[in-house]
C-alpha cells in the first residue's frame, strides 16, 4: 500500500525520503521497472557502467565536502571493465558518499538523490524518467502548499495568544472562576468566527458532526490569513474598549474587504 509521500508512477510504488534537507528517491523500487525479481542485480549492473560512476563522481565533488576523490579516480579507472563490479554500499563506504543511501528494514532499499535517482531512471527508460519527474514536482507542490497551510494556523495560533491577553486584561474581571473565564474567550473566539465564517463554533460543530478538529482547522490559507489580521485588530478595538457588537460589525467589514483583495470574492453579506 503506498503510503503519503509515495509516488505512483505506471503502477510502480516508489518510496521518498529527506534526510540533512536532501529529497531521495528509492532506486530499488525504481529498479523493479525494469526487472521485478532482481531490482539489485539492476542497480549493480547501472554502477558499474564508467558513465555512471563519473555522474557520481561529479555529483559528490559538488555537494559532499568529505567526498574522497583518490577512491573514485580507482573506481573510475577500472569501470567498463569486465570484472568490474560496485555495490551501493561499497561505493558509500569508499568514497564517503551521500548522494547515495543504503536503507536497511523492511522498508528500506537503495536511495538517490534525486539527480542521481533520475539520471538512474532515464538508464531504464526515458519515458518511465519523465512521468517520475512530473509526479515527483507534483509531491512537492503539494507539500509546499501544505506547509503554506501550516505556516498560517500557526500564526493563527501565535496571534490568538495576544487576543486571548487583551480579553483577560480588558473583559475579564479580576473575581471571576475559571469556567466563567472560559465562556467569555469561547464569545470571543466566535465574534471572530461570525465575522469571518457567518457562524459560531458551536454551529460548525452541529452543522459537521462527523469532522474532526474546529472550524479554524478546515480553513483556507487566505482567511487563516484574514484571521491572524483580525485578532489583532479585535485586540486594540478590545483596548480601546470598543463595544462587542460594534467589534462584529466592524471585524465583518474588515473580512470583506480582505478576503475581497485576497481572493477577489465579493460573495459575503455584511452583518447588519
Known sequence: MAKKNDIIVEDVVIKTMAKNGIDYLCITDIAKKKNADDPNGVISNWMRNRNTVEFLGIWETLHNPNFNPLEFEGFRKEAGLNAFTLSPSRWIEATNAIGIISQPGRYGGTYAQTDIAFEFTSWISVEFRLYLVMEFQRLKAKEQELLGWT????????????????IKSHLIPEEITPAQASIIYAEEADVLNMAMFGKTAKQWREANPDLKGNIRDYATINELICLSNMENINAVLINDGVPQGERLIKLNQIAIQQMRILEGNSGRDILK
Do not use: F, G, M, V
Not at 505556516?151 to 487583551?166: G, P, Q, V
Open 151 to 166: 505556516a498560517k494556523r500557526e500564526l493563527s495560533k501565535i496571534n490568538y495568544h495576544i487576543h486571548t491577553d487583551a
